[in-house]
């Protein structure tokens, strides 16, 4: 990838080049269309590829659910085919994944939206999230807990972080903030984190 570009740009200077990926699990295999300049273009990222092998189901009904930072849209492909009665919805703020996401899953009735353009008085039953790591602690930190906040009051986060880029760090951050955590799971350098509110 371009050095002056990356994932988390809004309008990456990556020169495209479109492929494919195949997303494959027990339940569901499907085609994605990817290019440069978005997070994983190559292969569905090992640990979103966790995430959707390893998140539990909800004890609640989902009504409603978020892909937080969806990339080209493994994640929110998922939750459509598992949740094909909730409303989805899939937000990030780079450009060209938005557009790869529509592709992807828009023809499914998912709601693809940079995140301003979200209704801050939407509520989730369920977030699911690779959150990117790499913007930075203190960017990070802000952008879960405005997305963390619009949980509904039963419901429920699954972020899947790698041990070594601050799983631990970002637990104890969630906790002094208020949420109820969860370690679901550890394997392969990667934590599955549960969070409720309080």
């Known amino acids: 990838m371009d050095s002056r570009s990356h994932y988390f740009d809004e309008d990456p200077r990556t020169p495209s080049m479109k492929s494919t990926v195949d997303l494959v699990l027990p339940d569901l295999t499907v085609t994605l269309a990817t290019d440069r300049g978005v997070f994983s273009p190559r292969r569905v990222d090992s640990g979103t590829k966790y995430l959707l092998l390893n998140a ?35 937000t990030d703020v780079n450009s060209r994944a938005l557009s790869l996401t529509q592709q992807n899953v828009g023809h499914l009735g998912v709601s693809v939206l940079h995140p301003d353009s979200i209704n801050d008085t939407i509520r989730f039953d369920l977030i699911w999230s690779n959150p990117p790591i790499r913007i930075g602690k203190s960017n990070l930190y802000d952008m879960l807990d405005t997305w963390l906040r619009r949980l509904t009051e039963e419901g429920e986060a699954i972020l899947v972080v790698q041990k070594h880029l601050g799983a631990d760090s970002l637990s104890q951050w969630l906790e002094k903030t208020g949420y109820r955590i969860q370690r679901l799971s550890s394997k392969s350098g990667y934590r599955l984190l549960k969070v409720t509110l309080q």
């Open 56 to 90: 539990p189901s909800p004890k609640i009904t989902v009504q409603s659910a978020l892909d937080l930072g969806c990339g080209y849209g493994p994640i929110a492909r998922t939750l459509v085919h598992r949740f094909p009665d909730a409303e989805i919805w899939a």
